[in-house]
């Protein structure tokens, strides 16, 4: 099921009393050190002000993408409950991000901490700044193997197609 885009609130961070609450897949990832403290902290603070962590996964250490020659990453999978909007999520992880220490690098560098946004429920959401689901996250095996580990029969909201197919395709792909 597809939403349609709607024009940004004019608080971007102004939340609605009444909203109902969407499941919404985070991304954690950090290769600065101390890693593993990046990643707690991220988690706090997506709980304080994000919404009630519903299920985390496991850390899982994984080579960089695009750029590999710095610190394997440490990544960790959330499910988190929210009433933010997708514009207004993306603003709050930003500034979680900044309030965390992230320094502007460049493209695939070394970050202090990342969060992605992999899904917002069963939204799809194409803008200049948004991407829902993640652009990429069919390409990252890691993403892929955190989501199995959620539900091993889990399929892409939108699409349709199961996870764990995307996963053999990549796979199959990589072994080319």
């Not at 709980?47 to 610190?71: F, I, K, M, N």
């Not at 992230?102 to 069963?122: A, C, K, L, M, V």
Request: hydrophobic content about 40%.
């Amino acid at each position: 099921m597809s939403h349609p885009t709607t024009t940004p609130p004019i608080n971007p961070t102004a939340t609605d009393p009444s909203a109902t609450p969407t499941q919404v897949f985070l991304m954690l990832g950090s290769n600065c050190e101390p890693r593993q403290d990046f990643l707690m902290a991220a988690c706090q603070l997506v709980a304080a002000e994000v919404g009630p962590l519903r299920w985390q996964s496991q850390v899982h250490s994984t080579p960089p993408y695009g750029v590999c020659d710095q610190l394997d990453f440490l990544n960790q999978l959330l499910l988190v409950e929210t009433i933010l909007l997708p514009r207004q999520l993306l603003c709050k992880v930003k500034e979680l991000e900044q309030q965390l220490g992230r320094q502007s690098t460049y493209r695939w560098g070394p970050r202090e901490i990342d969060i992605d946004i992999i899904f917002y429920g069963h939204w799809q959401v194409q803008t200049s700044e948004l991407t829902i689901p993640h652009a990429d996250y069919h390409n990252r095996i890691f993403v892929l193997d955190l989501l199995l580990e959620y539900d091993p029969a889990m399929c892409d909201p939108v699409s349709g197609t199961s996870v764990a197919a995307l996963r053999q395709q990549l796979e199959s792909a990589s072994e080319l």
